[in-house]
């Protein structure tokens, strides 16, 4: 190949297809030794398709993958492959096991070396604490099951860190991250790659940090590369959500102040120590902060609460829900944030995803004729394209499947429905469409309560935000028209 000068990885001509879909049409990709290249395209463009077919977890069409080393030799696959570590956007950490085991074992030779667990442990503790140093310290030992969403994305980004790669493949690593996280992220990824010569591939919907962390982009689009190796300088934001074909959603919706507000029904009342909130009917509440606090207020929302910190009444409902079945039968509903491991049921069809909660709330089993058009309506409405309704997940994008959990609750009678990190991984246009949906379940009654990390769009969609510090405590309940970043900021410790 030529003009692979200094490239640690240089992609041609790359095709890709399942079945009669072809995902990959003839993408051409390159990254420079040392440099934080930003990967940019909307849900279902290619990217995570052309990461697999990099490192070797799926095969390729037509095309060529070239690796090279620091001579601008090039490697034979295998050899290139050993040098690149990824992080998906859906965590690959085994449960039974501690972090600092999750952290070093992926990384022996062979399982039949000699383990030495000191050395093992003090490696996985200085990869960590590159990202927290106070995490590392109070959470080495502990069984990766019993960490938070936030966490384990820490785990798998020290993971990748600690493994000597020369090519770190980053796909939507903030997503689950504190602002101050991926400030700290930022500042190892800036060292590595200018010490030593790390280069990095930052796959995000986040403009703002795209802007903050890489230099240079590409663009996929459709399967296809629309911009090869631009300077980031050169490209407005506009441009760039151009290119990636995300116009066609405005931002013209109806914002907080809509007259969702005038709708009629029982209040929610939630309550702790020197906090009383009060959600009238069609209220969206937004919920800032590091996990500790956000996650105590929702555990006690879903009827999963194991400390009694929350007093949640309503008429009409018991004074707590003892179980997360119980909430969901009386009208409380819940989208997980992990959409991997609690979200998606990746065994059964879309159908089945689509319906799960009606099989709670109904009590009914058997696929009748009106849920599977019920199921078409409610995919049409949320412009998700499938095959078919009896594929699986798989063939949708991260961010259709996200879709697919909102759709759960849509046509349900739900008074409140929660959301976690309802957003979390999809792109601009994707977001202004759940933007929408939720303006629309709160124009029928459905009180809202939205978590996010991503403090500017609690901004955009919400009525009230309640903000907790970094330790878990509530810091203050902000009304609409005293919201700000700097506010959030100053309320939650966490830089905006």
């Known amino acids: 190949m030529s003009g692979t000068t200094n490239m640690v990885v240089s992609v041609r001509g790359l095709t890709k297809a399942y079945g009669a879909t072809s995902v990959l049409k003839g993408v051409d990709f390159s990254v420079a030794r040392g440099e934080i290249h930003a990967l940019l395209g909307g849900n279902g463009a290619g990217k995570s ?22 001579d601008g030799a090039q490697r034979s696959e295998a050899e290139g492959r050993a040098r690149v570590a990824v992080v998906h956007q859906e965590l690959a950490l085994l449960p039974h096991l501690t972090v600092a085991e999750n952290i070093t074992l992926p990384h022996l030779r062979t399982g039949f070396a000699t383990v030495n667990r000191k050395a093992a442990a003090r490696k996985a503790f200085e990869a960590l604490a590159m990202i927290d140093a106070e995490f590392a310290a109070r959470s080495l030992h502990r069984l990766v099951e019993n ?58 919907h986040r403009m703002k940090e795209i802007r903050q962390i890489a230099n240079v982009c590409t663009i996929i689009r459709d399967g296809r590369t629309v911009v090869d190796r631009m300077g980031l300088s050169e490209l407005s934001d506009g ?63 879903v009827g999963a609460a194991e400390a009694k910190r929350w007093t949640v ?58 849920e599977s058009r019920e199921c078409v309506d409610l995919l049409h409405a949320l412009s998700v394209k499938a095959a078919s309704i009896w594929d699986l997940p798989a063939t949708l994008s991260g961010g259709t499947q996200q879709k697919l959990l909102l759709a759960r609750w849509l046509g349900l009678p739900s008074s409140l429905l929660v959301l976690e990190e309802p957003t979390r991984g999809v792109d601009i246009r994707t977001k202004k469409e759940i933007y929408q949906l939720i303006r629309q379940m709160a ?22 935000i309640v903000a907790f510090d970094t330790e878990g405590n509530t810091a203050g309940v902000i009304e609409r028209g005293e919201m700000s970043e700097d506010r959030l900021a100053e309320l939650t410790g966490m830089a905006t």
């Open 49 to 70: 398709t052309m990461i697999r077919i990099i490192t070797g977890s799926a095969s390729k069409g037509d095309g060529e993958v070239a690796f090279f080393g620091p």
């Open 147 to 204: 960490l938070s969403l936030h966490e384990g994305q820490m785990v798998e980004i020290a993971r990748a860190l600690s493994s000597g790669a020369e090519l770190l493949l980053l796909d939507e690593p903030t997503a689950n991250l504190t602002s101050g996280e991926t400030v700290r992220l930022f500042a190892v990824l800036r060292r590595l790659a200018n010490d030593a010569g790390l280069s990095v591939v930052f796959v995000s």
């Open 239 to 301: 441009a760039i959500i151009e290119k990636m074909g995300q116009l066609a959603i405005s931002n013209s919706a109806p914002g907080p102040d809509a007259s969702h507000k005038r709708v009629h029904g029982e209040p929610l009342s939630i309550r702790e120590a020197g906090t009383d909130i009060e959600l009238s009917p069609g209220t969206i509440l937004g919920v800032a902060g590091a996990p500790a606090g956000p996650s105590s207020l929702i555990s006690a929302l």
């Open 313 to 370: 009444s309503r008429a009409g409902w018991p004074n707590s829900f003892r179980t997360p079945r119980k909430a969901a039968a009386a009208g409380a509903g819940f989208v997980t944030g992990d959409r991997a491991h609690k979200g998606i049921l990746h065994s059964l069809p879309i159908i089945d995803n689509v319906l799960a909660s009606r099989r709670v709330v109904r009590g009914t089993a058997v696929i009748s004729g009106a």
């Open 443 to 464: 124009s029928t009654g459905t009180i809202i309560v939205w978590w996010s990390t991503e403090n500017v769009e609690l901004l955009e969609v919400c009525d009230q």
